[in-house]
């Protein structure tokens, strides 16, 4: 089994900073790459932030120059520092992994549970 669990979600006003925090635990044994995803109400789940392993990352085109990914190997636990947030960018943050259960196993897609991120003043 492999858990996902996100922290940092909240109520901030515009303009206002959040971060958030994934965590992995369980039996994987490899991660390649750690994302992370947003469904806002009535739309379609998106990709926002990806990291893969070696260091290589990228944002989507309407968080660039205000969010940041980055992961940390050790802990297997990857980030999300967003800041000037916006109203647009309320919405449940879901991290997802792509990794596998063992060397020689096929890749899978691990998801957390959400959490909600609310910008309004």
């Known amino acids: 089994q492999v858990q996902l669990v996100e922290s940092g979600g909240g109520l901030v006003r515009p303009g206002g900073s959040l971060r958030l925090s994934c965590v992995v635990s369980?039996?994987?044994?490899?991660?390649?790459?750690m994302n992370w995803y947003r469904q806002a109400p009535g739309e379609q789940r998106e990709v926002v932030a990806t990291?893969?392993?070696?260091?290589?990352?990228a944002v989507t085109d309407s968080v660039k120059g205000r969010f940041t990914i980055s992961r940390d190997d050790a802990k297997n636990t990857v980030y999300l520092q967003m800041n000037s947030l916006k109203p647009e960018d309320t919405a449940d943050y879901y991290c997802?992994?792509?990794?596998?259960?063992?060397?020689?196993?096929?890749?899978?897609?691990?998801w957390g549970q959400g959490t909600q991120v609310t910008v309004s003043s």
């Open positions: 369980g039996s994987i044994a490899i991660i390649h790459s």
């Open positions: 997802n992994v792509q990794g596998r259960s063992a060397t020689w196993s096929a890749p899978n897609n691990y």
């Open positions: 990291a893969a392993s070696g260091g290589v990352t």
